[in-house]
């Protein structure tokens, strides 16, 4: 009994032994097996389009859920809106403590994953938006199969009405300021033989949500029809302003394939024009381009950089039309004042919109801009 017990337990080592290496091949082959992950594209930080066959998206908001899933459900949201165009750009306003490197890094992977062209990207973060819980509102511009603006569009710069912030207020509203800047905005498109139901987007920048429930019925009642966006820059400004902005369909084409006006009735500036008149046929958008630190030679390599953008796509940083820039600060924002022309066409000033913002998505930014020019 003994013997075999012992026989039996001298079969097991030696089964024993013999399947070690086989469970250890086994094993080593099961640990060979990795998978790649796909290293996703940058964004292209410029792209051609055609002017007449651009179209205008505003995500909707949503409280639901933290940045990132607010940020794919914006996209979710454009394309349901453009049905089916292609998206051009994104210019995303982000609210809150979120990552906003994650807004690129979304948008790339959804339009990997439905195989589509990327979209130049612009990240901003503003102060607040209209609901709470909301950590993102997405600005689309898409490319339309047929021709939607068959004579060209109209850039119309921020129209700013301002007061003074004094420590008597405890509330700073701001909807008689949207009444001046939305009726400087009806000047504006006047100007252009255009009116209110011509515009196609009007995004506000507002330094209150004070009384957004007047202010917004202000732009609504205005500006009906078109996509509208309205946010607020910084969490402690140090004035009370809004500023909108407008894209304008044209009624019939411009004399020139690019006209400027600065019409009556409007603050005269060297600094830029009100409106920027388009019949040319093709335009090139860029992304942000993010300038670091403040002194002048760190404001010039920002527009440097833009520069080469432009012109890999065939553009020329003179020809720019419309100019928007995002400063953090009142002093890097009187930088590029001083600086600007040196790039752009002192003669025929773009339209433009530049005002303090609360962040950008390196948090050694001061600054970042994003253009539309004419294409040579």
Not at 297 to 313: H, M, N, P, T, Y
């Amino acid at each position: 009994m003994h013997r075999t017990v012992k026989g039996l337990a001298g079969v097991a080592l030696v089964v024993s032994i013999g399947a070690g290496p086989l469970l250890a091949q086994k094993k080593k082959k099961k640990e060979e097996i990795t998978q790649t992950l796909e290293v996703l594209p940058d964004p292209p930080s410029a792209l051609k389009v055609d002017t007449n066959r651009l179209t205008f998206q505003v995500s909707p908001l949503s409280s639901k859920g933290l940045l990132s899933v607010q940020v794919r459900e914006a996209i979710k949201a454009l394309w349901r809106l453009n049905r089916g165009e292609q998206i051009v750009k994104l210019r995303a306003f982000v609210a809150g403590t979120g990552d906003m490197r994650r807004v690129q890094q979304i948008a790339t992977e959804m339009f990997s994953e439905k195989k589509l062209p990327l979209p130049v990207v612009s990240t901003v973060q503003v102060g607040g938006l209209p609901m709470e819980g909301a950590a993102v509102v997405i600005e689309a511009t898409s490319v339309a199969k047929k021709p939607a603006n068959p004579h060209g569009l109209a850039f119309i710069s921020g129209q700013a009405a301002t007061a003074p912030l004094t420590a008597e207020l405890t509330k700073m509203p701001v909807a008689p300021l949207a009444e001046k800047s939305a009726a400087n905005l009806k000047t504006a498109l006047n100007a252009a033989g255009l009116g209110p139901a011509d515009t196609l987007r009007v995004t506000c920048f507002s330094s209150s949500f004070d009384d957004y429930a007047a202010m917004s019925a202000v732009i609504t009642r205005e500006f009906a029809g078109s996509s509208i966006n309205i946010v607020q820059t910084q969490r402690a400004p140090q004035n009370l302003v809004v500023e909108c902005e407008a894209v304008a369909r044209l009624k019939q084409a411009a004399l020139a394939p690019v006209k400027m006006l600065s019409p009556d009735g409007l603050e005269a500036s060297k600094n830029y024009s009100h409106v920027a008149l388009i019949s040319a046929p093709r335009l090139v958008i860029t992304g942000t381009q993010m300038g670091f630190r403040a002194q002048e030679s760190d404001v010039r390599l920002a527009f440097d950089r833009l520069k080469g953008q432009l012109e890999s796509q065939g553009a020329s940083i003179s020809k720019v039309v419309m100019s928007s820039i995002y400063p953090l600060t009142n002093a890097i924002m009187e930088r590029i004042r001083a600086i600007r022309f040196d790039f752009y066409d002192r003669a025929s000033p773009p339209a433009s919109t530049m005002l303090p913002f609360e962040g950008l998505p390196s948090v050694d930014a001061t600054f970042a801009l994003d253009v539309i020019a004419v294409a040579n």
